[in-house]
């Protein structure tokens, strides 16, 4: 036997919104929507790290002198697996076939203090032949950390890596 199902009548005054936004067209609503409704960014990391994950290559951008991960934000109708790849190419030189590419676990870490996405892909390079290119502007350094003594890194990267069990702030996801 299924359960029945009760509907509560929602106030007057919800109802009465409600029947007004969706007699409006489509566009309207869409425009209502994006206007009321809070945005996010949507960007792209790479943890790219040796085959046991015990080294994790950074990198310290400006404009401070605290590391970070390659990342970057999503251009319009970019894939978040094309702008990682894209990403990590423009910061480091190391270019990454898709299929070498797998997302993180979670795939997603949702900022909610500064309202961005960043989509995680995790990479295997050996740190022993794997050569980076940093053009000093974008990127002022990189190099490899052991994971159980990563450097001053800054805060969004150490709350970043928390999710994965790492960094400074591993024990508060």
Known sequence: ???SVQRRKAP?????VGTVFYSLPIAVRRRIV???T???TLGSVVLVMNEDRSRLLMLRQPPGRRWSLPAGLMNRREEPIEAARRELAEETGIEADLSDLAPADPN???HTNGRWVDNVFHLTRDPDTTQILVDGHEVWDAAWHDTTALPEMTRATAKLLSYYHLGPLAEQP
């Open 1 to 3: 036997m299924t359960p």
């Open 108 to 110: 997603a870490v949702v």
């Open 12 to 16: 007057l005054v919800r109802r009465l």
């Open 34 to 36: 994006r206007v009321a």
């Open 38 to 40: 809070p945005t996010y």
